[in-house]
């Protein structure tokens, strides 16, 4: 079958490591199907495939467009796709082929002040139910995020797929002490820390954790909070708060932070924290992990999901209960130990070939081919 892939937000952080990760499994699995590949402008160096099968394109249709409405019909027709699959849920209101969508989560419809426009949430969820209702199958990362599409989009559970996604292979412990040292010095970071990796958003409650910290401070723990991710906006208020809370000298913003750095920047924590409120999946708790660091997690949405029994978990809206969790992490070296090695073994539900396989499972389902029947012994 000829697959087509619409990896134009590849260039996006977060979605854009799930679109890659997705392709370069599938390819190298079942590289006798076609596949074709529909990149943003300057793109196409972003996925790395082996097969002679795959061909790339980069058209300029900008995302939510009526223009792109048009155009993709016409791709699909002109290079004689059978399947679409979308990893960011937008498909065309026309489709000439067979679509899957993948959903990761609703967080916009759930989370409203993450898009405070009124019509921009509108929008999001007309495209996002004729997305849920077009397409042959949906695929979404967890059961929570399934619960919620249900919920939100009225989408029949019947069509859906929960494939949990895998951790990408970069994400690894280092252990090589001039590369970590290097890492800290390159962010000012001058003691043992507590690390945060996340963007800007109301739901990923940096100021719940900013007022955990000052708890733990309080409680007599010594520690830097390092905060990395794209803050924007969101940093003056952040660093307002800090110096509110009275934190401010032990609070680092590393602002964006490389694929290159944030290995060693994982492996080098003391402990992970994630008080985040609403996640559909939480890659960055699996990422930490695959780095040995010790996770606190918040106990909210699809968290417990993904971290299985490998977190210590605290209330994210109860800042004295997640700094008691991370004073607990910070300063006990068993419990750090233990977390880390059930971390280790947390992983083994998550990897790039077993999504290849499921996913090309629900493609044979959308296209309503037989699957192979199981050999028995």
């Known amino acids: 079958m000829k697959i087509a892939f619409d990896l134009r937000r590849i260039k996006n952080p977060g979605i854009g490591r799930y679109m890659k990760c997705l392709v370069e499994a599938v390819v190298a699995q079942s590289p006798e199907h076609e596949y074709l590949l529909i990149m943003p402008p300057d793109g196409e160096d972003m996925v790395t495939v082996q097969a002679a099968s795959v061909a790339k394109i980069s058209p300029v249709l900008k995302y939510y467009s009526v ?45 409203k002040q993450d898009m405070p426009s009124r019509a921009g949430r509108l929008y999001y969820r007309g495209m996002m139910k004729a997305s849920a209702r077009l397409a042959e199958r949906i695929i979404t990362d967890s059961e929570y995020s399934k619960a919620d ?45 507590i690390l945060y990796v996340g963007i800007y958003k109301l ?31 969101g940093e003056p208020v952040l660093r307002r708060l800090a110096a509110e809370l009275g934190i401010s000298e032990s609070v680092v913003f590393t602002g964006f932070v490389s694929d290159a750095d944030l290995p060693a920047l994982y492996s080098g924590a003391r402990v992970y924290a994630c008080p985040s409120l609403y996640e559909g999946f939480g890659f960055t708790v699996l990422e930490a992990m695959a780095c040995g660091a010790p996770v606190v997690s918040s106990s909210a949405t699809s968290l417990p999901e993904v971290a299985g029994d490998a977190a210590l978990y605290a209330d994210p809206l109860n800042s004295e ?23 280790r073994k947390n992983l083994l539900r998550f990897h790039w070939a077993n999504t290849a396989t499921e996913t090309l499972a629900v493609y044979q389902h959308a296209l309503q081919i037989p699957l192979p029947k199981a050999a028995y012994a």
Do not use: W
């Open 67 to 111: 223009r792109e409405q048009i155009e993709l019909p016409r791709i699909l027709r002109r290079h004689k796709v059978d399947l679409l699959h979308s990893p960011h849920f937008l498909l065309p209101l026309i489709r000439p082929c067979a679509t899957v969508a993948t959903i990761h989560d609703v967080i916009y419809l759930a989370c």
């Open 149 to 193: 599409i249900v919920r939100y989009l009225n989408a029949d559970p019947v069509k859906i797929d929960v494939i949990y996604p895998g951790v990408d292979p970069e994400f690894t412990r280092m252990t090589d002490p001039a590369r970590l040292q290097s890492v800290r010095e390159k962010f000012r970071i001058d003691r043992d820390y």
């Open 203 to 233: 739901r990923k409650n940096h100021a719940g954790l900013l007022q955990a910290f000052r708890h733990f401070r309080a409680n007599g723990g010594r520690a830097q909070l390092v905060i990395a991710g794209p803050m924007e906006e």
């Open 321 to 343: 209960e997640f700094a008691g969790g991370l004073y607990r992490a910070f300063t006990d070296a068993a419990l750090r130990s233990a977390l880390a090695e059930r971390g």
